[in-house]
Nanobody, 120 residues
Framework: QVQLVESGGGLVQAGGSLRLSCAAS????????MGWYRQAPEKQRELVAT???????NYADSVKGRFTISRDNAKNTVYLQMNSLKPEDTAVYYC??????????????WGQGTQVTVSS
């Protein structure tokens, strides 16, 4: 079983910055892609950014140039640096990781979510 624990959310004014972290633990053999998703009230969950084990990144158009995803493979941790935040970035942010467990079973795990609120 693989667990993801997020931290770093909070309340910030428009134009401000926040850094989210997500640490994976448990029966991990390897982690392939890690990513961040978000879900605003009454909206579907949407992709924010992903990063492969080799460091290739992908971003939603709405966050390009403002958000940066990175990871520390030694710590099984992914980060999301969010700059120039806008009220429309307000959402619950979820971390996701895909990989293989020590039992050689594929996994796709989600964190519990962390609230990000941007005031205008």
């Amino acid at each position: 079983q693989v667990q993801l624990v997020e931290s770093g959310g909070g309340l910030v004014q428009a134009g401000g910055s926040l850094r989210l972290s997500c640490a994976a633990s448990g029966s991990i053999f390897s982690i392939n892609a890690m990513g961040w998703y978000r879900q605003a009230p009454e909206k579907q969950r949407e992709l924010v950014a992903t990063i492969s084990s080799g460091g290739s990144t992908n971003y939603a158009d709405s966050v390009k140039g403002r958000f940066t995803i990175s990871r520390d493979n030694a710590k099984n941790t992914v980060y999301l640096q969010m700059n120039s935040l806008k009220p429309e970035d307000t959402a619950v942010y979820y971390c996701n990781a895909n990989g293989r467990s020590r039992f050689l079973a594929d996994f796709s795990s989600w964190g519990q979510g962390t609230q990000v609120t941007v005031s205008s």
